[in-house]
T-cell receptor, first 113, second 114 residues
């Protein structure tokens, strides 16, 4: 079974804080993704990484950055958290082959006050 | 820009009723299609997928979906729902020329009453 784990299920941070969300996958997948999920908007891609140290912006990268130093780990960084970043954050991974299916983690519900 | 539309945001059914959830996408090229499901408190998981071949795809838990290329649709169906099907359902599309990108619809919340 593919396992994608995220460091926290719930997180509460203050406006202006630097926030790190961690994601780890145990299946040696090349591709990893960060999404945010908001009611009525579905999932929107923030960033993805197709290999170690490689990253690409998704649809809503503003206010976020990412880091992928090791294949199994993909971090999402909120440089200065704002209230409009309160959301559910989902990490996913996928093999680099044309399988296309993504495997998702349980999500981190972040509240910025 | 490519997009995915799910027309039903909330659906309420009684057990044993039939289900059909609509999904339409806007992209003229070749696509791969998915339905994901998120049960309450659980992570998003794959229900079924279409890459090529038979346009009628069968997934887990008795779900199926039909790809109709001329209508740009990929509707999800189940002949008889159960209370345990209560969940949020997401349609998603990957244009094959841009295989990294998975574009999601806004989701449909299904409530099945016992």
């Amino acid at each position: 079974d593919v396992k994608v784990t995220q460091s926290s299920r719930y997180l509460v941070k203050r406006t202006g804080e630097k926030v790190f969300l961690e994601c780890v996958q145990d299946m040696d997948h090349e591709n990893m993704f960060w999404y945010r999920q908001d009611p009525g908007l579905g999932l929107r891609l923030i960033y993805f990484s197709y290999d170690v140290k490689m990253k690409e912006k998704g649809d809503i990268p503003e206010g976020y950055s990412v880091s992928r130093e090791k294949k199994e780990r993909f971090s999402l960084i909120l440089e200065s958290a704002s209230t409009n970043q309160t959301s559910m954050y989902l990490c996913a991974s996928r093999p680099g082959t044309p399988t296309y299916e993504q495997y998702f983690g349980p999500g981190t519900r972040l509240t910025v006050t | 820009a490519q997009s995915v539309s799910q027309h039903n945001h909330h659906v309420i059914l009684s057990e044993a009723a039939s289900l059909e959830l609509g999904c339409n996408y806007s992209y003229g090229g070749t696509v791969n299609l998915f339905w994901y499901v998120q049960y309450p408190g659980q992570h998003l998981q794959l229900l079924l997928k279409y890459f090529s071949g038979d346009p009628l795809v069968k997934g887990i838990k008795g779900f199926e979906a039909e790809f109709i290329k001329s209508k740009f649709s990929f509707n999800l169906r189940k002949p008889s729902v159960q209370w345990s099907d209560t969940a949020e359902y997401f349609c998603a599309v990957t244009p094959t020329h841009s295989s990294y990108k998975l574009i999601f619809g806004s989701g449909t919340r299904l409530l099945v009453r016992p």
